[in-house]
């Protein structure tokens, strides 16, 4: 695990942003290959005080508000989207240690908000993935000697490189999330898999055979688990973004190419100001889905455009173009809402 020195997490301001940002792009190329953990991605996340930006002042962070974090997530999707995914998975677990009793906030979150610990979650098994087989993936009991968990977390990024997963399991009556050291005993986390794209966030299966959890936290509210969270949006716009860059560049040579980027970006503000609005304001869910859904459709007719842009040089491996294509195909699998899925499909079938 790659610590960071003790020392009080500046707030992050916009250049902090940008030098953050600057480092995690220099990093990429590595990060592809060994993940942002080794990379020194999330270290620089860490050190500008990226990190300390989703955790309160009272924990050693600087409780940035909800729009902030998400503009910050959309700039370092712009930048690296493995780093993106990770830290976007590290800030769900820590929403949720942030909303646990106080001793589990004061035993973990100063060492999360310092980068001197990660964590990540695995809780698509209680939201999307394998809902269709009609038996928790994962469950919990209770005995004499407190909960145990058993079953599989089938997607967890980072399993092999943070300290604790953020999990939830079925209990007898609803679920409950815990925190579990990836030392406990009884827990197997499999090899990372290798994907279409952002191989190097390390995303493996975790198996659980009868492990003790650290800490136990109860869910607040009915969305607390809810797929296509403005987080993911933020993810899709930051990606987005950097495509468009990539037609606009093409376009200082090829002005036929002005009006192509200047109708992506048009597509593109209106979503940054609705998500931006949507974490000050708030949002109902049925319209934070549809925020996503048009993400989603912007974030890959982007990708395609900087594919087309660039012509055959894009589609060698390693130019900007090939990489931005293949990632863009992630949102329309990662925490994605029925209701965009569904959306998605019609629209590839042309059907209504
Ligand atoms: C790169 C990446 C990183 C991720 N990281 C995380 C993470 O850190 N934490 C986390 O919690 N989640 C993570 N996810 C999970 C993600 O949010 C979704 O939950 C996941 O992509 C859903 O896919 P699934 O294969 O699990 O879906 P499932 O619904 O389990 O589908 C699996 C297979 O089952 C079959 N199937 C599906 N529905 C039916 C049906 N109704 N009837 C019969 N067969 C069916 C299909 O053949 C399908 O291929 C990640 C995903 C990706 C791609």
Sequence with gaps: ??????????????????????????????????????????????????????????????????????????????????????????????RIIAAGDPSV???????LARGAKFTTVGLSNLTTSRQHLGRPALVANLDGRGWRLDGLCPWVTGADSSDTIVTGAATDDGSLFFVVPTTAAGMVVEAPLEMLALSGSRTSAVRFTGVQPAFVITPQGSNATRTGGLATTALALGSARSAIALVAAEANRRPDLAAIAAGLTSDLEPLEHRLLAAGLEGIALEDRDRLRGEATSLVLRAGQAALTAA?????????????????????????????????????????D
Excluded: N, Y
């Design 1 to 94: 695990m790659q610590g960071m020195s003790r020392h009080q997490a500046p707030a992050a301001g916009p250049f902090a942003i940008r030098s953050a940002c600057e480092r995690i792009t220099a990093a990429a190329e590595r990060t592809a290959a060994v993940g942002p953990w080794a990379s020194g991605s999330m270290a620089a996340l860490a050190e500008h005080g990226l990190m300390a930006a989703f955790i309160p002042a009272e924990h050693g962070g600087s409780g940035a508000d909800e729009p902030g974090r998400l503009a910050t997530l959309a700039a370092v999707a712009s930048s690296c989207l493995t780093t993106a995914l990770a830290f976007s998975q590290w800030a769900a677990a820590v």
């Design 311 to 351: 012509k055959g040089a894009g589609f060698v491996r390693g130019h900007p173009a090939e990489r931005l294509v293949r990632e863009s195909l992630f949102f329309l699998v990662w925490s994605c809402p029925q209701s965009v899925t569904a959306a998605m499909l019609c629209e590839f079938a042309g059907v």
């Design 105 to 111: 906030r004061a035993t973990l979150l100063p060492s």
